[in-house]
C-alpha cells in the first residue's frame, strides 16, 4: 500500500469545491465536529488559564478558563526558583536531538544492508531485530538500571540517549521504504565502480527523505514527552528531562501550587504546539505515512 | 550488487553494526536478562546476586496483586483499543468529505494536538479535572443538576476515568490514519458501488471497510501493544488506586522492582509482560491474517 | 623539670601523630558529595552553605545531588541505589523515616567521635531539645545531626472561626470538640452543595499518623517489627476518619498525597492537619487569616515528630572535611536562614523561638513546645515499603470502596509479609 497524501487537484478545481462545499447536508455535521473539537482543546485552555493566575486562585471554585485577575508570576517562579527548569529544558533538547540523530544515522545504514545487499544472515539477523518491535521500553528498564548502575552511567543523559538509539521500528520502517524505491540508480552507480558508501550517501538516502522525517519526528517527539525511562534511570535535578521533572515539581510542591506546575507544563508544551502549527500538514503525513506502511 | 573495493558481505556487515550493536546492547541483551534477573534473588543494599531458581515466577503468579493488575491491563486494553480505534474510524468517516480547509485544518488541530503532548504532562491537568470535590468536570456536572462523580476515588469508576484520558489523547493518532486510509480508497471502486445503487452505510460496510481492514487490525494491533505498556497516566492519576483498582503490569513490575527493592519479583513480572505481548500480537496477526483473506 | 627533658618533650609532642579527627588541613583539591532533597528552598540553603563553606576551604568542591523523588519513601529508595552502585555520598541527609534503613546497613560513622574532639560542636547540640534526637537514633547510637524537625498541628482559618460565632480552638480540645467545630464551619450553598468544609481528612501518611497516636495506636506494634492493624483502636481510628466523610460530611473525598494545603489557602476548607512544610506556601498565598493550634486529644495527647539531619558516611575518604560540612550544615547561619525558609521547624531552640520563624502563625510557639513531649515516628528499615501498604489500603477503605474489616485484614496480610521479609 502506497502512502496516502491529500489529493492536490488544481487551482479552479480547488476554487470551486471551496466554494460548493458546504452542503446544507454536512453543516450539522461540521458544527457538531467543531463543538467536539473545541471540547477536546478545553484541558489545555484550562491549563493555560490556570498557569496565570495566582497561586491561592488556581483551585478556587468557581472555575474559570479566563482568569480574573491575570499574572505571570506562576511563570516568573517556576523560571527563578531553585529548580533548574531551563537547565531541564535543555536537557530534553539535548536527548531528544541526539536520539533522533542516532536512530536516523544506524537504522538508515542498517536498513540499507537488509534492502539493498546480499549477505548470508541477512533474513535471521532481520527477523531478530523484528523481535525488538515487541520489546517494550519498560521491559528493559530493570536490566538497564542494573547495567548504567554498573558502568556509572546512571544519572547521566547517556542513560535515556542509548536506549533510544536502538530503534527496531526505525529499521523496519525504513526497510520498507527502501523496499518499494526503484533500484535503478542505485544499480547504475554500482556499475559506474562506486562504492557502497558512495552509493548510500549520495543515493539511497537522499531518496529516502519523507521516511527520514517522518522517523525523525516520531523518535523526537517520543523522546520529548519520555516519562518512564527518566523517572527511573534519573534522580538528581541538573540530569532531569521535563515531564518527569514537572511531575516531580508537583511531588515536591505539594499541592498547593498548582499555578507553577501549569505554566512548567505550559512551557514545555509550547514547543511542540508551535512545531504543529507550522508544519501540521508535514507531521501528520509522516505519522501517517508510518502507520499505512505495514 | 558487486563492488570492487569491498566485498558485498564485509560492507553489509559495517552497515549493519552499528544499529544491530546497538539494539543488542539497548533491547536484545536486557529482555534476555530480565529472563536471568528472574531465576535470581539480589540484595539491593550489598548488590549480591543468589540463584533463586522459580520462586520468583511462582511468587507473581501466587500474587493476587500480580492478577489484579494483569485483569486490569486487559481490562484497559479492551475499553482503550475499542475506543481509540472505534471512535478514531467513526471521526474518520465524518472527517471525510468537503469541507472548507480551515474547518479541517481547525479540526486536525484539536484532535491531534493532544497525541503530541507528554502523557505525563495531560495527566497533570486531567488529575486537576478529575478531583472529586474540587475538579472542574464534577463542577459543570453539578451546574447542569447532574450528581457528582468519583472519576478517580470509586475503584469502577477510575479506570473508566483513565481510558477516557487514554482516548482523549491517542483517538486523533488512529482518526488521522484512517482517515488517510479512507482517503486512499479508488474512486472507482466507490463509484461503482454508487452506480449500483448501494447507500452510504453499505458502500461503507462492503467496499471501503474491507479495502482499509489491513490499517484498521494494524491500528489494533498497535493500540493493544501500546496499551499493555500504559503506566505514566496511572501512576499520575491515581497510583494503581484506589486500593489497586488501576494497577496496571508495568506500575507492577515498577514497584516490585524499585519499590519493594525486589529486583527478581519485578524481572519475573516483566518476563510474564513479554510473553503476553507476544502472545497476544500473534493471536492479532493470526486473526487479522484470516479476516483480511475472507 | 630540666631543660633538655623539656626539650625531648616539645619535640616529641610535635613529631607524635595528630588526633584522628583535629581540625582538617587543606592542601589539595577534594570533592565532597552530599544527598539532599530537591526542594526549592533545600536547593536555596545548599547553595548559601556551599558558599559560606568556600570561603573557608577554598579547595575543597562541594557537589550536592539533589533527589526529586518525593515522598521520603522514595527518597530512600534512590540513596539505596546510589548505595547498591558504589556511589554512596560522603554526606547523607536523612528523616528519621530512613534512620534505620541506614542503621541497619552500618552506613553512617558514629557521631561520638566527632563530637568527643569538637567541643563547639557539642555546644551546638546543647541548643537542641534532647527529645528530638530520639527520632534520629537506631538502636540507641545517634549518627545524624539534627537540623530540622517537623510535627504536626491544625492549621485553621480564623476568619471562618470568627464568622461561624467559635472562639480559638482551646489546646485542650478532644475528638468530639474537633467534629462539632468542623461540623459548624461546613456550609452549604442553596442547591445543597458544599461551599466550604470544615476539614480535609490529610492525604499523607505523616499527617495522618496523629489520629492515630493520640487514640493510643499505631500501625506498627511499638518496637517497630510487627504489623499493629488489628488493634481495635486502628480500626476505631479510620471509621471516625471515614464518619468524617461519609457520615458527617464536614471533609472533602480523600485524596492521596494531599493534605488540603490548597483548599486552605484558597479558603474552600477551614481546618486542616499537616507539618510546618505547608507554611511557605501560604505565606506566598498571602493567606494570613492562618494560625495554628495543637492536635486534638482523645485517649491520649501525644503528639508525633519527625526529624532531620545530617551525618557522614561509613564510606567517605574525607571523615574529616565532611564534618566541617557538617558543621556548615548545621551551624547557626544554616539554622536562622532555615528559620526566614519557613519549611520546617529549626532542631535549634534559639532559631526556632526567635523572629522570624516565630511570626508567622501566630500560635508558632506551639511547635518547639511539643518537641519536649513529642514521639518520633516509628520507621522501620523497609519504610518505603510500610508506608506504601499503609496508604494503598487506607486509600481504599477512606474512599468507600472497601469495608473496614476485610481492609483491615488484607492490609494485616501484606503488612506482616512485609515486615517477615525485613533485614534488621
Known amino acids: ?294 | 550488487m558487486r563492488s570492487p573495493f569491498m566485498s558485498e558481505r564485509a560492507s553489509a556487515y559495517l552497515f549493519l553494526a552499528p544499529g544491530f550493536v546497538l539494539y543488542l546492547l539497548m533491547a536484545l541483551v536486557p529482555a534476555l536478562a530480565t529472563l536471568a534477573f528472574s531465576l535470581t534473588e539480589v540484595d539491593r543494599f550489598t548488590w549480591e546476586i543468589s540463584f533463586a531458581g522459580a520462586d520468583n515466577l511462582l511468587f507473581v503468579l501466587s500474587d493476587r496483586r500480580f492478577w489484579t493488575a494483569f485483569g486490569n491491563t486487559f481490562t484497559f486494553i479492551a475499553m482503550a483499543v475499542a475506543g481509540n480505534v472505534g471512535l478514531g474510524l467513526l471521526l474518520a468517516v465524518l472527517i471525510d468529505r468537503q469541507m472548507p480547509r480551515a474547518v479541517l485544518y481547525f479540526l486536525r488541530l484539536a484532535f491531534f494536538l493532544p497525541v503530541l503532548v507528554a502523557t505525563a504532562l495531560v495527566s497533570l491537568v486531567w488529575q486537576l479535572l478529575y478531583s472529586t470535590d474540587l475538579g472542574i468536570l464534577n463542577y459543570y456536572l453539578n451546574e447542569l443538576h447532574l450528581p457528582s462523580v468519583s472519576w478517580l476515588t470509586n475503584s469502577r469508576v477510575a479506570m473508566v476515568s483513565i481510558v477516557i484520558l487514554d482516548v482523549w489523547k491517542h483517538v486523533g493518532f488512529f482518526m488521522i490514519i484512517q482517515l488517510a486510509a479512507l482517503q486512499g480508497i479508488p474512486r472507482s471502486l466507490v463509484e461503482a458501488g454508487e452506480l449500483d445503487g448501494a447507500g452510504f452505510w453499505q458502500i461503507f460496510r462492503y467496499i471501503k471497510l474491507p479495502y482499509i481492514l489491513p490499517v484498521v487490525l494494524f491500528c489494533v494491533t498497535y493500540a493493544t501493544i501500546t496499551g499493555l505498556q500504559v503506566f505514566d497516566s496511572i501512576r499520575i492519576l491515581t497510583q494503581g488506586g484506589p486500593g489497586d483498582a488501576t494497577i496496571s503490569l508495568v506500575m507492577y513490575m515498577y514497584e516490585e522492582a524499585f519499590g519493594a527493592q525486589d529486583i527478581g519479583v519485578g524481572s519475573a513480572a516483566a518476563f510474564i509482560l513479554l510473553a503476553a505481548i507476544a502472545v497476544t500480537t500473534l493471536v492479532q496477526w493470526r486473526i487479522g491474517r484470516r479476516m483480511v483473506a475472507q | 623539670m630540666d631543660r633538655r627533658s623539656f626539650m625531648m618533650l616539645a619535640g616529641g609532642a610535635l613529631l607524635a601523630p595528630k588526633p584522628a579527627f583535629a581540625a582538617a588541613a587543606v592542601d589539595k583539591p577534594v570533592t565532597l558529595t552530599i544527598i539532599r532533597t530537591a526542594s526549592d528552598s533545600d536547593v536555596k540553603l545548599m547553595n548559601s552553605v556551599m558558599e559560606r563553606f568556600k570561603k573557608k576551604f577554598p579547595s575543597v568542591e562541594v557537589k550536592p545531588q539533589f533527589i526529586t523523588s518525593n515522598p521520603w519513601g522514595e527518597y530512600i529508595n534512590q540513596l539505596m541505589n546510589l548505595v547498591g552502585s558504589g556511589q554512596t555520598p560522603d554526606i547523607i541527609t536523612m528523616p528519621t523515616e530512613g534512620v534505620s534503613t541506614l542503621g541497619s546497613r552500618k552506613l553512617l560513622r558514629n557521631l561520638d567521635d566527632f563530637l568527643n574532639s569538637d567541643p563547639g560542636a557539642k555546644e551546638l547540640l546543647a541548643d537542641v531539645e534532647a527529645n528530638l534526637l530520639t527520632g534520629l537514633s537506631y538502636q540507641g547510637a545517634v549518627n545524624l545531626f539534627p537540623t530540622e524537625w517537623n510535627t504536626v498541628a491544625v492549621y485553621y482559618n480564623t476568619k471562618m472561626f470568627e464568622a461561624a460565632g467559635l472562639g480559638k480552638p482551646s489546646a485542650d480540645w478532644d475528638w468530639a470538640t474537633f467534629l462539632e467545630t468542623a461540623k459548624k464551619l461546613t456550609k452549604t450553598d442553596a442547591s445543597g452543595r458544599i461551599t466550604q468544609y470544615g476539614y480535609v481528612v490529610s492525604g499523607k501518611n505523616f499527617s495522618l499518623m496523629p489520629w492515630f497516636l493520640t487514640n493510643g495506636t499505631d500501625r506498627l506494634t511499638p518496637d517497630g517489627t510487627q504489623s499493629n492493624v488489628k488493634d481495635p483502636r486502628f480500626k476505631e481510628t479510620l471509621v471516625f476518619l471515614r464518619s468524617l466523610i461519609a457520615e458527617h460530611k464536614v471533609s472533602p473525598t480523600f485524596a492521596r498525597n494531599n493534605a488540603g494545603e490548597s483548599a486552605l489557602i484558597s479558603e474552600n476548607a477551614a481546618m486542616i492537619t499537616t507539618t510546618h512544610s505547608s507554611v511557605p506556601a501560604m505565606i506566598s498565598g498571602k493567606a494570613d487569616f492562618i494560625d495554628v493550634q495543637v492536635f486534638p486529644k482523645n485517649r491520649t495527647n501525644v503528639s508525633i515528630f519527625g526529624a532531620g539531619g545530617v551525618g557522614v558516611s561509613t564510606a567517605s575518604k574525607e571523615p574529616e572535611l565532611a564534618w566541617e560540612l557538617v558543621k556548615e550544615l548545621t551551624g547557626k547561619e544554616f539554622e536562622d536562614e532555615l528559620a526566614k525558609n519557613m519549611r520546617a521547624t529549626p532542631a535549634r531552640r534559639s532559631s526556632a523561638t526567635s523572629s522570624p520563624y516565630s511570626d508567622f502563625p501566630p500560635n508558632a510557639k506551639i511547635f518547639y513546645e511539643a518537641a519536649a513531649t513529642a514521639k518520633p515516628l516509628i520507621a522501620p528499615p523497609n519504610f518505603a515499603q510500610v508506608e506504601d501498604i499503609m496508604m494503598r489500603h487506607v486509600d481504599a477503605y477512606l474512599t468507600g470502596n472497601v469495608e473496614i474489616d476485610p481492609m483491615i485484614d488484607q492490609l494485616d496480610e501484606e503488612l506482616s509479609r512485609a515486615m517477615s521479609r525485613v533485614r534488621w
Request: hydrophobic letters at 55%.
Open chain 1, 1 to 294: 500500500m502506497t502512502a496516502a497524501t491529500l489529493d492536490r487537484p488544481a487551482t479552479s478545481a480547488r476554487l470551486l469545491s471551496a466554494l460548493q462545499v458546504v452542503h446544507w447536508r454536512n453543516v450539522p455535521l461540521m458544527a457538531g465536529l467543531c463543538i467536539a473539537a473545541i471540547l477536546m482543546l478545553m484541558p489545555f485552555l484550562w491549563m493555560v488559564g490556570a498557569s496565570l493566575r495566582p497561586a491561592g486562585e488556581a483551585y478556587r471554585l468557581p472555575p474559570s478558563i479566563i482568569p480574573r485577575e491575570w499574572t505571570l508570576a506562576a511563570y516568573r517562579e517556576a523560571l527563578g526558583s531553585g529548580i533548574p527548569f531551563v537547565q531541564m529544558y535543555w536537557n530534553s533538547l539535548v536527548v531528544a536531538a541526539l536520539s533522533t540523530l542516532g536512530v536516523l544515522v544506524t537504522a538508515s545504514m542498517a536498513a540499507f544492508a537488509f534492502a539493498r545487499l546480499e549477505f548470508r544472515g541477512s533474513t535471521p539477523l532481520f527477523l531478530t531485530m523484528l523481535g525488538g518491535l515487541m520489546v517494550p521500553p519498560a521491559l528493559t528498564l530493570i536490566p538497564l538500571y542494573f547495567g548504567f548502575a554498573r558502568l556509572g552511567l546512571l544519572d547521566s543523559l547517556s542513560a535515556l540517549i542509548l536506549p533510544a538509539m536502538a530503534s527496531s521500528f526505525g529499521v523496519y520502517m525504513i526497510r520498507q521504504f527502501m523496499l518499494s524505491q526503484p533500484r535503478e540508480l542505485e544499480e547504475a552507480a554500482l556499475m559506474d565502480g562506486a562504492s557502497y558508501w558512495t552509493i548510500f550517501w549520495r543515493i539511497s538516502l537522499p531518496q529516502l527523505g519523507p521516511a527520514l522525517a517522518a522517523l525523525g519526528i516520531i523518535t523526537f517527539t517520543t523522546s520529548w514527552n519520555n516519562y518512564i525511562s527518566p523517572f527511573v534511570l534519573i534522580k538528581s535535578w541538573d540530569k532531569m528531562t521535563l515531564p518527569a521533572g514537572i511531575v516531580a515539581l508537583q511531588g515536591l510542591m505539594g499541592a498547593a501550587s498548582v499555578s507553577v506546575v501549569m505554566a512548567a507544563a505550559t512551557m514545555a508544551i509550547l514547543p511542540l504546539l508551535l512545531v504543529f502549527l507550522v508544519a501540521q500538514r508535514f507531521i501528520i503525513e509522516g505519522m501517517t505515512m508510518s502507520g499505512l506502511k505495514q
